[in-house]
């Protein structure tokens, strides 16, 4: 602002306010300098803050870095990194001496082309008979993969020995324990054919002997058969029938053997399904069932046998009102050559299961002692209307 002149003089007064003025704004950007100055001083200092952790971190990422390339190169198992096609981007040694081909740039679809699948998952076979197990990731990056390739033969080839070694023992302690089974009836058998060999016996024990001869006979071949049923592990006569037929033969077999001991046999069948497998052996195991239920009952008592549907298929029950087990004989009841039986082979139980599991299904079995026992079988099924 200019100070106005009158008659060719300063007014002296306007003059001061024009200086005031200029002082005011003078002081202003003084103090906003000195503002200035000290914030550029606070950036400087933020900023070789930063400077020296930005330095930090990527001496540290670098570092991580170094490690991560020293762990993947000494790690066992290969490791691959894929683009989106497949191409690889980076391997590990391991990767490169476990396949050939293995290498930047190269395809994976052609080199897994040399790895045959085996029936265990992610598990696969080469040339050479080395087995690896094989898994493969997404990775954040966009469409990039990870592949991590584990050699497993000598896994493999000692979970085989072991294997062997287990079945060796199985197979010991099956052999003694059926020959401990063989032993008392054919000793029986041996005992009978010598009365028969001898001298003026009698034509009616001459028929006792030779009756009973032959009932031990029939013995050790049911329990024979029985030892290439549970060993060969197998249903020949594979079909599909309802679990109402099923009942049916059951009821027809049964029916009459528990008329004769007195002892009541329901059957109950709320909603009718298709079962897939062998009908004959799954009756032969019913019938099994209801044969040791009704030995465990006394006259008098009852004996359920009922099937229902539930979400993945069927339940089949078989309840009595005998004498119950001891946990002991529950835990073990299915062990083949378990029995309680003086007489009994130990491989109908055992059976049974076998034939439950190989139709896709599991039993189980509970117990009160004195109040009665339950068998329920869980069985895969189609319903039915």
């Known amino acids: 602002m200019m100070a106005h002149m009158s008659n060719g003089t300063i007014d002296q007064k306007e003059l001061e306010q024009a200086f005031n003025l200029f002082n005011q704004a003078s002081a202003e950007l003084t103090r906003s300098y000195s503002v200035l100055t000290a914030r550029v001083a606070e950036l400087k200092g933020e900023l070789a803050e930063a400077n020296v952790a930005l330095r930090n971190e990527l001496s540290q990422k670098e570092a991580l870095s170094r490690r991560l390339s020293l762990l993947l190169s000494s790690l066992p198992a290969g490791v ?32 897994s082309q040399c790895l045959e699948a085996t029936r265990t998952p992610h598990e696969w076979i080469d040339g ?3 087995r690896y197990n094989v898994m493969m990731a997404a990775l954040e990056a966009a469409g990039e993969r990870v592949v991590l390739i584990n050699d497993i033969t000598e896994d493999y080839a000692a979970k085989e020995e072991i294997d062997r070694g287990q079945r060796l023992l199985a197979m010991g302690e099956m052999t003694a324990a059926l020959a401990h089974q063989i032993r008392t009836p054919l000793s029986t058998a041996l005992l009978y054919a010598s009365h028969l060999g001898k001298d003026g016996l009698e034509s009616a024990d001459r028929q006792r002997f030779a009756q009973r001869l032959r009932d031990r006979l029939l013995h050790l071949e049911g329990l024979v058969s029985n030892m290439l049923v549970f060993v060969r592990g197998e249903q020949q006569d594979k079909n599909v029938f309802l679990v109402s037929e099923l009942f049916t033969s059951v009821e027809e077999t049964m029916a009459p053997h528990f008329a004769e001991r007195g002892i009541k046999l329901n059957i109950s069948c709320e909603g009718d399904a298709l079962l897939e497998g062998s009908s004959q052996s799954l009756v032969g195991s019913l019938t099994n069932l209801l044969e040791n239920a009704a030995i465990a009952s006394s006259s008098g008592k009852k004996v ?82």
Request: charged share 20%; hydrophobic share 40%.
């Open 304 to 385: 359920q046998l009922c099937a229902s549907c539930c979400d993945n298929g069927i339940i089949i029950r078989i309840e009595d009102e005998g004498c119950g087990m001891s946990e002991e004989t529950l835990n073990r009841l299915f062990e083949p050559f378990f029995t309680t039986r003086a007489n009994g082979t130990g491989l109908g139980l055992a059976i049974v299961r076998q034939v439950v599991e190989i139709m896709g299904g599991r039993i189980e079995a509970s117990t009160v002692p004195g109040q009665g026992s339950t068998f329920s079988i869980y069985l895969p099924a189609e319903k039915v209307g």
């Open 80 to 111: 691959l990194v894929l683009d989106g096609e497949g191409k690889i981007l980076d391997a590990n040694p391991a990767a490169r001496s476990a396949l050939a081909g293995v290498e930047s740039g190269g395809d994976w679809a052609i080199i």
């Open 128 to 130: 050479r008979g080395h």
